[in-house]
């Protein structure tokens, strides 16, 4: 698998949004590979910028006000180097998305299968013009094959009864249909990258679950590789080979699924996985105390110190390298360099510590 | 589908809007200043004479009963008699209003085939030159009223350039060979078959019309775009773009039909709106439509054709917001009609 050039390789890549109180630095140096016919998960808390660093490699983000800077490599191009329109043929033809919130990604206006047989039809010519368009758009073979692909893959997500939820609005489907839907929407030009931001989140259990287990089936029979974005820990280990912990806008740790929950090296991590009772065998009251940065003002050094129970006056002052745990994994945090006299983070002495452990306060020392 | 069956409750609603809007009028025209029967006779009249009209025209008895033979008659299209005309004020609307009816749906085309267009132009090049020159356009459009740019162009394009007449609808050497069939100058002069007609309608017609638009084609371009911009930060438009549909595609299928409904609701407005401002340019431009006609009636406290204009432009009012809802509905399907929860 480490031979070939990996599908999707980002790096160095930083993403700012110029705001009314400053400049927010959102995605900072951030380095992943998503290898062919690999599921990668990004994990970590609601904004720690997860979101954003897809929506760089998607090119979604709308330059200004964002700024994004790095390089983003799909099948050896680098795709902001790629003229526009280029990089608007591989959308919807060979990277694709399943959005975050099914009811507001589907045009309320508009059935299902007016939507989603445009999206068979004309997905990934964003390039077409007018003329072309209007050609394609009335030839009725051209329609009804893309008609017949839509039904195919609402069969395929499990929708029930395709034909009637094609004549339907979004507004009459429930949550979990929606989100069959736009899974079906992601797949139809057959991708060779998915990427799937929160997918079923917005569900209750027993939805989410099924839904999970339809991308458990989608991700077994089908040769693609996904990206997924979650902030629900127990979704990162059934589905994936591969995890990257995200904190503050920077990647904390990566490791293979199963070396990451048997083995998380960054407190960060330790701190996540401690959190689920389920993970870590007993629960841990208060999890991980204070809340993400503020990317106008972000701390100093390492982005986590604030929060951490091990951090120190060297954590503050000093960005933490990455350092290597074998071949796939990696944990930046100053604790694991050699140099550093202070105390190994281990999933038990973070739990313990983190119960004791008050978080800085977010002005405190804010001007030393 | 409750398609039919939301309809029906529309337009009871509608109904019950219209008795509401009669009785209103009703009344208010009654307790106007002045003694109709006074005005109709001229101040020569004796007070005997006066009374004995005043009788006729059933105005000593109650207002519930003087409303209730007033309904009455309506209902068979009986309006009463013009004191000003002498002729039934059913018969004078019928040959006033479709001059007006004519010139505000011209108008309202100029709105809509301007507007809407301009409207997403200045959305898609947001921030842009154009968008400025646009939003100027309808900033000015908006603020100046519109006796203003009826003058205005009066003065440069019948006055100065003498490209078009500036008063009338028709030069009155047309005027014999010209059927009225329809009421409608642009139909009729095609009915007579002239086309020297025809273009010389036209040319009376653009003018006005085009005056008569300029305010509201603003209002639409203005709202058309913010809405447009609007929709177009939508995750679903994202989404679209996300799949690589063609961006013009994602502009004029997926983001228009969603911008349309506030534009829509508007244009309904607008619609009635036009009949007002009408009554102003069709003085300026001595358009023989109902303006003239309503001044006069107002002034010369003609009862019977004030309740019968006003009713007129009322009922065009409700049937206007009937037709928007009844689209609006059609185009959102979450929006249910009126008294619906969809």
Sequence with gaps: MSDAAPLLSVRDLSVGFEGF???????????????????????????????????????????????????????????????????????????????????????????????????????????????????????????SAARERVLELLEEVRMPDPESVMDSYPSELSGGMRQRAIIAQALLNEPDLLIADEPG?????????????????????????????????????????????????????????AEIFD????????????????????????????????????????????????????????????????????????????GDSGPVPTLQETKRRLSEHEPTPEPAEGNQ | ????????????????????????????????????????????????????????????????????????????????????????????????????????????????????????????????????????????????PSFFIGIVFQLVFGYFLNWFPITGRLSSAYSDEVVRATGFMLVDTLLSGSVAAHVDAWSHILLPALALSFSGMGQIIRITRSSMIDVEGQDYIEAMRGYGLPTWMITDKYTLKNAFVPTLTILGLQYAWLLSGAFIIEIVYSWPGLAKYGVQSVLTSDVNAVVGVTMLVGFVFVVVNFVVDLLTSYIDPRIGLAGESA
């Excluded at chain 1, 790095?70 to 033809?93: A, S």
């Excluded at chain 1, 990206?227 to 059934?238: D, P, Q, S, W, Y």
């Excluded at chain 1, 960054?266 to 841990?284: C, D, K, N, V, W």
């Design chain 1, 21 to 143: 109180d400053g400049y927010a630095d959102v995605v900072d140096g951030v380095d992943l590979t998503v290898e062919h016919g690999e599921v990668v998960t990004i994990a970590g808390e609601t904004g720690c910028g997860k979101s954003v660093t897809t929506k760089a490699i998607t090119g979604l983000l709308n330059e200004p006000p964002a700024h994004v800077d790095g390089t983003v490599e799909f099948d050896g191009q680098d795709l902001r180097e790629l003229p526009d329109d280029e990089r608007r043929e591989l959308n919807g033809d060979r990277i694709s998305v399943i959005f975050q919130n099914p009811l507001s990604s589907l045009n309320p206006v508009f059935t299902i299968g007016e939507q989603l047989t445009d999206t068979a039809q004309f997905g990934g010519d964003g390039n077409t013009g007018i003329l072309g368009y209007f050609r394609r758009r009335f030839s009725s073979t051209d329609r």
């Design chain 2, 1 to 144: 589908m409750p398609r039919i069956g939301q309809i029906l409750r529309r337009l009871s609603g509608m109904t019950v809007s219209l008795l509401g809007l009669s009785v209103l009028i009703f009344v208010i025209s009654r307790v106007l200043p002045g003694n109709p029967a006074r005005m109709a006779l001229g101040a020569m009249a004796s007070d005997e004479q006066v009374a004995e009209l005043a009788a006729e025209m059933g105005l000593n008895k109650p207002l519930p009963l003087q409303y209730v033979d007033y309904m009455r008659r309506l209902l068979v299209g009986d309006l009463g008699q013009s004191l000003q005309t002498k002729n039934s004020v059913a018969h004078d609307l019928v040959t006033k209003f479709p001059a007006t009816l004519e010139l505000i749906t011209l108008a309202f085309t100029f709105m809509v085939v301007f507007g809407i267009p301009l409207g997403i132009i200045a959305a898609k090049h947001h921030g842009g030159i154009l968008d400025n020159a646009t939003r100027f356009f309808a900033f000015s459009t908006v603020s100046v």
């Design chain 1, 263 to 338: 083995a998380p090296h960054h407190p960060y991590t330790q701190g996540l996985i401690a959190s689920i009772p389920r993970l870590s065998g007993e629960s841990m009251a208060g999890g991980i105390g204070g809340s993400v940065p503020e990317y106008t003002d972000p701390p100093m050094g390492c982005r986590f110190h604030p929060r951490c129970p091990y951090a120190d006056e060297s954590c503050r002052s000093s960005e933490p390298a990455d350092v290597s745990f074998g071949e796939q994994a990696r944990s930046a945090c100053i604790r694991h360099s050699d």
């Design chain 1, 201 to 257: 989140s917005a569900l209750d259990v027993t939805v989410h679950d099924e839904i999970l287990s339809l991308l458990e089936d989608l991700i077994a029979e089908r040769d693609m590789s996904i990206l997924m974005i979650t902030h629900n820990l127990g979704v990162a280990r059934r589905l994936s080979d591969r995890v990257y912990i995200m904190y503050g806008g920077r990647i904390a740790e990566t490791a293979p699924t």
